[in-house]
């Protein structure tokens, strides 16, 4: 499938929104991955809701074999937006430092999984009196994206929305993972994913059903996108 000794690639897996299974989608890539033989890195670069740990980030530091601290940068205790929570704990996020982290891992690792927070125009922080984003921090990291979406109505506004902010400001997309597909989907489920494809152009898109474990069929589409 792979070159397994040259390879390198670099994913951000981004959101429509909150909870929608972006870790989810990380922690199966990393096993995916693994699981063929390659040296994986899951970045995440800043965290909130942390009180003492992020449970989510140190879960799959336990797949992938690394140090907590070098998969999370910047935790925070109050779950908002990092902008929000840095206001309050005052730890001065600073992306050159998240962005030079990246490259290091990429120097390092065959693949580099980096995931966002919430959604694209979640902010970070205020720079020359402007909000950098989480938009901004795709386009600084210089790294193709894939799309985790919720299945149920509503989705194609949320998705076809943020897929054109992404090609607004020329980033990349590897693809949309539906995430929590359910078995048995009415009419509005049925018809999502086609009309999320008609209106976007994006012809890859996943469905993966809500799952207790992960078949090997779902790893090998899910690695196909990165």
Known sequence: MFNMKNLKK?????GTDTEVGKTFVAK???????????????YKP???????ICEDTFNITQITGQFYEEALL?????????????LKENKNIDIDKIVKHYNSLKNRYNIVIVEGAGGLLVPIKKINGKIFTYLDLIKALDVPVIIVAKSTLGTINH????????????????????????QNPDWVV???????????????????????????????KVMLLV
Request: aromatic share 10%; with cysteine; hydrophobic share 40%.
């Open 159 to 182: 998705t076809v929305l943020t897929v054109r902010a992404l090609k607004n400001e020329g980033v990349y997309i590897k693809g949309i993972i539906m995430n929590k597909y359910p």
């Open 190 to 220: 049925k018809t999502n994913p086609e009309v999320i494809k008609e209106m976007t152009g994006i012809d890859k898109i996943i469905k993966i059903p809500y799952l207790e474990d992960i078949s090997e069929d779902i790893k090998r």
């Open 10 to 14: 670099q994913i951000f897996i981004t």
């Open 28 to 42: 199966l890539l990393s096993m995916a991955f693994i699981d063929v033989g390659y040296k994986v890195a899951y």
């Open 74 to 86: 910047y935790q925070f205790k109050l779950p908002a937006s990092p902008y929000t929570a840095d």
């Open 46 to 52: 800043i965290e909130t809701g942390c009180d003492p």
